[in-house]
């Protein structure tokens, strides 16, 4: 699976697109548990100290909110999925 990475949640990985290995089955929640696993400067800038994501992180799957439409982390991926982390953004 393969996650895009912005802005400083890019920086703190030291890269922007990371792949990430998932298994039929696995959820939003998997690929991101992977994907802190492999770049753990991300848990700081993800997640609060109660392991709840950041509120002001945006995590879309396929260009959509997984919160809005789904179950959230409990998402089930499928074969192609794109995956998006997103730290807050602001404009002017």
């Known amino acids: 699976m ?3 990475l912005f802005a400083n949640l890019a920086e703190a990985a030291g890269e922007r697109e990371v792949s990430v290995a998932t298994e039929p089955g696995d959820t939003l929640g998997d690929a ?9 400067a991300l848990r700081a800038e ?6 709840t994501l950041h509120e002001h992180i945006r995590l879309l799957r396929n260009g959509r909110s997984p ?3 789904s179950e959230g982390l409990d998402t089930v991926l499928e074969a192609g999925d794109e995956l998006a982390l997103f730290p807050p953004v602001s404009g002017g």
């Open 32 to 40: 991101l548990t992977a994907l802190i696993e492999q770049h753990p």
């Open 46 to 51: 993800v997640y609060d100290e109660d392991g």
């Open 2 to 4: 393969q996650w895009k």
């Open 67 to 69: 919160f809005a439409e």
